[in-house]
Structures are given as C-alpha cells and as structure tokens.
C-alpha cells in the first residue's frame, strides 16, 4: 500500500469523526430539551392535580412545560407571577 492511499484512507476515517461529531451534538441537545418538556409537564400536571382541589391551574403547552423542566421550582414561581400578574 503507498502513501497516498494511507492518507486518503486517514482523511476518511477523520472527515467520518467530524460529521459524526456535527451530527449528534445537535441530537444531544434536542434530546434534552424533550426530555426537560417531558419532566416539565409531568411536574405541571402533577400541580393540576393538586391545584384542582386548592382552586388554580396552569395550562400545559410547550412553552410552560419547558419552563418547568428547565428551571424547576423558580419556573413554577415565574409561571404562578406571570399568571398572577396577567390576570
């Protein structure tokens, strides 16, 4: 095997790295974003039903369950402010 053919099979090998690389960090993120909405409106749906017998709500869409997923209880806080303030 000559030289040329090593390289080419290196650069291969190394330019199948970088795409892979470039491929699944974006998967990794989008995973954790559907993985933290799915969190999130567990936790919203959980407080509904707790909230139901006590007399509030929060409506579970993307944006709210994203907010609870990703900050926890100082999104729950923002969401019962926002709520409180909107209305």
Do not use: C, K, Q, S
Request: hydrophobic share 60%.
């Amino acid at each position: 095997m000559d030289i040329n053919t090593l390289l080419a099979y290196g650069f291969a090998l190394l330019l199948i790295y970088v795409l892979i690389r470039l491929l699944f960090v974006p998967i990794r993120y989008v995973a954790l974003l559907a993985y933290n909405g799915v969190i999130g409106g567990l936790i919203l749906w959980g407080l509904n039903i707790v909230g139901a017998y006590l007399g509030f709500y929060f409506p579970i869409n993307p944006i709210t369950a994203l907010l609870a997923g990703f900050l926890g209880a100082p999104g729950l806080a923002l969401l019962y402010a926002l709520r409180y303030f909107v209305y």
